[in-house]
C-alpha cells in the first residue's frame, strides 16, 4: 500500500511505473491468497481482517481519484471484506473480540462499503437503520472461518451468538476452539479475556491459552494448536454442520488436536449449538478418550 501511494504521487520518480505496478500486483495477489471465499482475512481476528481491508481499500481509493487503474476483479475481491463486517456485526455496530483483537466498530466501514459498492444493507448498517434495508438474513455460516453466527434479529434487544469451530488462523491465535460469544437483551453476556498487552506477561500467556475462552479443558490442560501448521488455515469448507431453518439453527465442530503443551492428553471434543429460535441456545458437549479424565466447561460471564 505504500509502495503503491509513492508510485501515484510521484510520478515525477523514474521508478514510479514500477512501484505502481508492483505494488497493484502484489496487492491483488495478497487480496486472494488472504482472504477466503467468505471474506475472513485469514488470521481469523476482528482487528486484524480491518488492517488488512485498509491496506488493500486505501490504494484502490487513491488509484481512483489519480486515474490509475485496477485490476477489473480486485473491487469485488475486496467486497468480501466488508460482507464479512456485515455478516459478523452485533446488534450495537461492533465485532467480537476474537483471537488478538478488541471490540472494533464497523459502521465507518459500511459507509466506506456504501460508497463503493452502493449497497442499501450497507447503507442500512451505517446508519443504525435510519436509511437503506436491512440484510435479508440473519443467521449465517462463514464455512471457510468455520464461524456460525446465530441471531435472532438485528435490533439492539436481539439475541446474537458467535460459534468458532475453525482452523487455527494464520496469525494472532488464541487457543481457543469451540468458543462462544453472546449478546442478548442489549448487552454483551458470555465475553472472553482479551488480548491483554503484546508482552510475556502470565496475563498475555492467559488470554492466548484455553483458559480465557468459552470452552472445555481436560485435566486442567489446555488446547495445544500452535504450531501444528496444518491447522492453520483450510483449503476448502469446514466440515461441520450447519442448518439454519425458521425453527432453530444448528452447527457443530470438533477439537481432537490434544491438550497440554505436549498434546499428549488425547480427548476429542465435539461440540454442537442449538439456537431454538427466538428464545435460547442449547450447547451440547461430547468428550471421548481412553480412561478417566477431569473436565471443566469454562463460561465467562460479563457480569462481577
Known amino acids: 500500500n505504500g509502495l503503491g501511494h509513492l508510485g501515484i504521487l510521484l510520478p515525477e520518480c523514474r521508478d514510479a511505473?514500477?512501484?505502481?505496478?508492483?505494488?497493484?500486483?502484489?496487492l491483488?495477489?495478497?487480496l486472494d491468497r488472504q482472504v477466503y471465499p467468505d471474506g475472513a482475512q485469514k488470521e481469523l481476528t476482528t482487528g486484524y481482517h480491518q488492517v488488512s481491508r485498509r491496506n488493500f481499500v486505501e490504494l484502490?481509493?487513491?488509484?481512483?481519484?489519480?486515474?490509475?487503474?485496477?485490476?477489473?476483479?480486485?473491487?469485488?475481491?475486496?467486497?468480501?471484506?466488508?460482507?464479512?463486517?456485515?455478516?459478523?456485526?452485533?446488534?450495537?455496530?461492533?465485532?467480537?473480540?476474537?483471537?488478538?483483537?478488541?471490540f472494533a466498530g464497523v459502521r465507518d466501514s459500511m459507509r466506506e462499503g456504501v460508497e463503493l459498492f452502493g449497497r442499501q444493507d450497507f447503507l442500512w448498517a451505517a446508519t443504525r437503520g435510519a436509511e437503506g434495508h436491512g440484510p435479508t438474513n440473519t443467521s449465517v455460516a462463514?464455512?471457510?472461518?468455520?464461524?456460525?453466527?446465530?441471531?435472532?434479529?438485528?435490533?439492539?434487544?436481539?439475541?446474537?451468538?458467535?460459534?468458532?469451530?475453525?482452523?487455527?488462523?494464520?496469525?494472532?491465535?488464541?487457543?481457543d476452539k469451540l468458543t462462544l460469544f453472546i449478546w442478548a437483551m442489549g448487552r454483551t453476556l458470555l465475553t472472553e479475556g482479551g488480548t491483554f498487552s503484546y508482552d510475556q506477561s502470565k496475563w498475555r500467556r492467559h488470554v492466548l491459552g484455553t483458559w480465557s475462552h468459552n470452552t472445555v479443558l481436560v485435566d486442567g490442560q489446555e488446547q495445544h494448536r500452535r504450531g501444528l501448521k496444518e491447522t492453520y488455515e483450510t483449503a476448502g469448507?469446514?466440515?461441520?454442520l450447519w442448518v439454519s431453518a425458521p425453527e432453530f439453527d444448528a452447527a457443530d465442530g470438533v477439537y481432537d488436536d490434544g491438550y497440554g503443551p505436549k498434546r499428549d492428553v488425547r480427548v476429542r471434543h465435539h461440540r454442537t449449538v442449538i439456537f431454538v429460535r427466538?428464545?435460547?441456545?442449547?450447547?451440547?458437549?461430547?468428550?471421548?478418550?481412553?480412561?478417566?479424565?477431569?473436565y471443566d466447561i469454562l463460561w465467562h460471564l460479563d457480569a462481577d
Not at 17 to 26: E, S
Not at 64 to 93: C, F, I, S
Not at 237 to 240: F, L, M, R, S
Open 28 to 30: 491483488t495477489s495478497e
Open 237 to 240: 469448507p469446514c466440515d461441520n
Open 142 to 175: 462463514l464455512p471457510y472461518a468455520g464461524w456460525y453466527i446465530m441471531r435472532s434479529g438485528w435490533g439492539m434487544e436481539d439475541k446474537y451468538l458467535h460459534f468458532e469451530a475453525g482452523p487455527f488462523g494464520i496469525g494472532h491465535q488464541h487457543e
Open 278 to 294: 427466538p428464545d435460547y441456545w442449547v450447547v451440547v458437549d461430547r468428550l471421548a478418550g481412553d480412561g478417566g479424565h477431569g
Open 17 to 26: 511505473p514500477l512501484w505502481r505496478k508492483t505494488a497493484i500486483d502484489r
Open 60 to 102: 484502490l481509493k487513491l488509484a481512483r481519484l489519480n486515474g490509475v487503474g485496477m485490476p477489473p476483479g480486485y473491487l469485488g475481491q475486496l467486497e468480501r471484506m466488508y460482507d464479512y463486517n456485515l455478516k459478523v456485526m452485533m446488534p450495537d455496530g461492533y465485532l467480537p473480540p476474537l483471537n488478538d483483537a478488541g
